[in-house]
RNA sequence: UGGCCCAUCGCCAAAUGGUAAGGCAACGGACUCUGACUCCGUCAUUUCAAGGUUCGAAUCCUUGUGGGCCAGCCA
């Protein structure tokens, strides 16, 4: 029985205290997204940490679309977000709300606002209302509107909600401090109108409430007790801990920051994304060269191993970005024990074994994993004429060079031992026959006499092997590297796009159902793509690099 | 030049005043039917800097330095 504590992030330092100071019972979170476009890793840190937290307290996760701005919303976001939460593994239950459901208590909220004096009407254009605001460095001014008594700001509110005024004609704003260092204490702007039809409560509501006094309304009714929102927030608690103080909540819910995700070498960020897609720079948003979680998905990573990735950053409230082969560490580690692997040639060139029958054919059967022989066996044909590998054969090997070469016995993986004996160049000094013999008693892999070879290489049979096709897709580099200039323009590197590169398969694997759509190519990691992938060609992602097994040796 | 936040190895990140965990990456070596995997070893006398408090400081204080965020009727 392991007993060792794992040590505690500051959320959950901070969550025992709550909890045994007794100022919470049950811990109850939320994932809050906006329903204005696709999930990416970063969200997964959010989903993840939030579920988890819930879990590991016993408590209770939520699901709740932040739909308080129906300009920029669609519905058609919601089911995906859905599935993406769900794909996850985060468990929300029954509990899958939509903050426009709650478009009544947030407007009795405001009013309440009203008649205690802390909100008013303003007739303040937008313009108008950004220059009484001041600067960084200089307080704002005292809004004209802000003398107005509680029965005329009542009025006028419900002038507001009844529609008499068009888009941007008044606004209702929280009566704060016009001079606070903090400009979100500014009298922020809670309710503005906006004539739209909203995805979810149609055209019920004329006046939609701002985030800043909608999120802890609805974290309040939900009964969240930590609402955990990314570092931008910070400045934001004030005010966020003034509404549900005027709102005089009995169990005021917290909020808690932490750093967000960032990733090395990739685009990360939502508006970013998103103009990629717009501008037609990625075929979409489930384009594999993206970290959405879509493409993520397409791409052949596992639910377990975002998860792992995610344990493995850790949650801080210093700004970082976790390196991408920290991602990579993380499929592999999850898919090396759970899924099968084939043998593939990238770039083949033919061996033919001279004392073996011409036109015959026999059925080998090889084990699906070799570190994990519970996920059975396959056969591959074997035959006269063989694909090996390019990087597998060298004329002349280095020093510690342990694959085929002229003289020198290997093993053809859960095959046989061949010798190479002869190899054929054409005029440019190209290899392209290499003529080697066989080992008849060393079916299966092994000698019967015990012999030993150093190296073991990948193999298909080349009149059956099946033609793949292999995107090699580089990330696109995030944006401080530069993929947007400061007039907004893109400079996207041309190397970033997909590179496709024919190679060759076992014809098993061309059942992609038998591998659960994931294949595993020699070192590298790779899965089938279904948007690509016809009856006639399969497609393959690569998912992480390949390993140094397919370096050429050192030179010391 | 207003306010808030952050700073520990190439990258994440623990340590909560008691003498710098762990993971990724890298590098040696062993093993191996995938040069993978696995295994073993190496990798911060010092925590952005300088002062101060203390028997004792990565932790507290001061002043700098570097980075992030804030002037939407976005979230």
Same mark, same amino acid.
């Given at each position: 029985?392991?007993?060792?504590?794992?040590?505690?992030?500051?959320?959950?330092?901070?969550?025992?205290?709550?909890?045994?100071?007794?100022?919470?019972?049950?811990?109850?979170?939320?994932?809050?997204?906006?329903?204005?476009?696709?999930?990416?890793?970063?969200?997964?840190?959010?989903?993840?940490?939030?579920?988890?937290?819930?879990?590991?307290?016993?408590?209770?996760?939520?699901?709740?679309?932040?739909?308080?701005?129906?300009?920029?919303?669609?519905?058609?976001?919601?089911?995906?977000?859905?599935?993406? =939460?769900?794909?996850?593994?985060?468990?929300?239950?029954?509990?899958?709300?939509?903050?426009?459901?709650?478009?009544?208590?947030?407007?009795?909220?405001?009013?309440?606002?009203?008649?205690? +004096?802390?909100?008013?009407? $303003?007739?303040?254009?937008?313009? %108008?209302?950004?220059?009484?605001?001041?600067?960084?460095?200089?307080?704002? &001014?005292?809004?004209?509107?802000? &003398?107005?008594? =509680?029965?005329?700001?009542?009025?006028?509110?419900?002038?507001?909600?009844?529609?008499?005024?068009?888009? +941007?004609?008044?606004?209702?704003?929280?009566?704060?401090?016009?001079?606070?260092?903090?400009?979100?204490?500014?009298?922020?702007?809670?309710?503005?109108?906006?004539?739209?039809?909203?995805?979810?409560?149609?055209?019920?509501?004329?006046?939609?409430?701002?985030?800043?006094?909608?999120?802890?309304?609805?974290?309040?009714?939900?009964?969240?007790?930590?609402?955990?929102?990314?570092?931008?927030?910070? /400045?934001?608690?004030?005010?966020?801990?003034?509404?549900?103080? %005027?709102?005089?909540?009995?169990?005021?819910?917290?909020?808690?920051?932490?750093? &967000?995700?960032?990733?090395?070498?990739?685009?990360?960020?939502?508006?970013?994304?998103?103009?990629?897609?717009?501008?037609?720079? =990625?075929?979409?948003?489930?384009?594999?060269?993206?970290?959405?979680?879509?493409?993520?998905?397409?791409?052949?990573?596992?639910?377990?191993?975002?998860?792992?990735?995610?344990?493995?950053?850790? !949650?801080?409230?210093?700004?970082?970005?976790?390196?991408?082969?920290?991602?990579?560490?993380?499929?592999? %580690?999850?898919?090396?024990?759970? &899924?099968?692997?084939?043998?593939?040639?990238?770039?083949?060139?033919?061996?033919?074994?001279?004392?073996?029958? %011409?036109?015959?054919?026999?059925?080998?059967?090889?084990?699906?994993?070799?570190?994990?022989?519970?996920?059975?066996?396959?056969?591959?044909?074997?035959?006269?004429?063989?694909?090996? /590998?390019? /990087?597998?054969?060298?004329?002349?090997?280095?020093?510690?060079?342990?694959?085929?070469?002229? +003289?020198?016995?290997?093993?053809?993986?859960?095959?046989?031992?061949?010798?190479?004996?002869?190899?054929?160049?054409?005029e440019s000094g190209k290899v392209t026959e290499i003529h080697?013999?066989? /080992?008849?008693?060393?079916?299966?892999?092994?000698?019967?006499?015990?012999?030993? !070879?150093?190296?073991?290489?990948?193999w298909v049979p080349a009149p059956y092997a099946k033609s793949?096709?292999?995107?090699?897709?580089?990330?696109?580099?995030?944006?401080?590297?530069?993929?947007?200039?400061?007039?907004?323009?893109?400079?996207?590197?041309?190397?970033?796009?997909?590179?496709?590169?024919?190679?060759?398969?076992?014809?098993?694997?061309?059942?992609?159902?038998?591998?659960?759509?994931?294949?595993?190519?020699?070192?590298?990691?790779?899965?089938?793509?279904?948007?690509?992938?016809?009856?006639?060609?399969? =497609?393959?992602?690569?998912?992480? $690099?390949?390993? $140094?097994?397919?370096?050429?040796?050192?030179?010391?």
């Open positions: 029985m392991e007993q060792e504590m794992e040590s505690k992030n500051f959320i959950e330092q901070i969550i025992d205290k709550d909890i045994a100071e007794g100022r919470c019972q049950t811990v109850c979170t939320r994932f809050p997204p906006e329903p204005n476009g696709y999930l990416h890793i970063g969200h997964a840190k959010s989903i993840l940490l939030n579920a988890g937290l819930a879990n590991k307290y016993n408590g209770k996760f939520n699901l709740r679309f932040d739909d308080t701005n129906p300009t920029k919303e669609k519905i058609e976001f919601v089911e995906s977000i859905k599935e993406d =939460v769900k794909w996850l593994g985060a468990d929300w239950e029954d509990r899958l709300f939509f903050a426009s459901d709650y478009f009544g208590q947030m407007y009795e909220a405001a009013l309440k606002l009203i008649r205690k +004096g802390k909100a008013y009407v $303003s007739d303040l254009s937008a313009d %108008e209302i950004r220059q009484y605001r001041g600067t960084l460095t200089e307080a704002g &001014k005292e809004d004209p509107s802000a &003398k107005r008594s =509680v029965d005329e700001n009542l009025a006028l509110f419900e002038e507001m909600k009844e529609g008499r005024y068009v888009d +941007g004609e008044k606004v209702l704003r929280a009566r704060i401090d016009m001079a606070s260092p903090n400009m979100n204490l500014r009298d922020p702007v809670i309710y503005r109108v906006a004539h739209m039809t909203h995805h979810n409560t149609q055209d019920a509501w004329c006046i939609y409430p701002m985030y800043d006094f909608a999120h802890p309304i609805e974290d309040a009714i939900e009964g969240i007790t930590h609402s955990i929102c990314t570092l931008e927030f910070e /400045d934001h608690r004030p005010l966020y801990d003034w509404v549900v103080r %005027e709102l005089e909540y009995e169990h005021p819910p917290k909020q808690i920051e932490f750093a &967000k995700l960032y990733l090395t070498n990739v685009v990360t960020g939502k508006r970013y994304i998103k103009r990629l897609v717009d501008e037609k720079i =990625v075929d979409g948003w489930d384009d594999p060269r993206l970290v959405s979680i879509a493409a993520l998905k397409r791409r052949g990573f596992t639910p377990e191993s975002i998860k792992k990735f995610i344990e493995l950053c850790g !949650v801080s409230k210093s700004n970082s970005s976790a390196d991408y082969a920290m991602l990579e560490y993380c499929i592999r %580690e999850d898919l090396k024990l759970k &899924k099968a692997r084939i043998m593939a040639v990238l770039d083949p060139v033919k061996v033919i074994i001279d004392n073996y029958p %011409e036109g015959q054919t026999e059925e080998l059967t090889v084990v699906n994993n070799m570190e994990n022989e519970s996920l059975g066996t396959h056969t591959v044909p074997f035959c006269r004429e063989l694909y090996i /590998d390019r /990087d597998d054969f060298m004329e002349v090997p280095p020093r510690k060079y342990f694959r085929m070469y002229p +003289g020198n016995e290997v093993r053809l993986m859960q095959a046989y031992f061949v010798t190479c004996n002869s190899f054929i160049k054409d080697c013999t066989y /080992d008849p008693e060393s079916k299966g892999g092994n000698s019967p006499d015990g012999r030993k !070879v150093k190296g073991t290489i990948h793949a096709e292999v995107r090699l897709y580089e990330n696109i580099v995030d944006e401080e590297a530069g993929v947007y200039n400061e007039d907004g323009s893109l400079n996207l590197n041309p190397n970033s796009l997909t590179v496709l590169k024919n190679c060759y398969i076992e014809p098993y694997a061309a059942d992609a159902k038998a591998y659960d759509s994931f294949q595993f190519v020699r070192q590298g990691y790779f899965c089938v793509d279904a948007n690509h992938s016809t009856n006639e060609k399969l =497609v393959f992602n690569r998912i992480v $690099s390949l390993k $140094s097994s397919y370096q050429l040796p050192k030179q010391s």
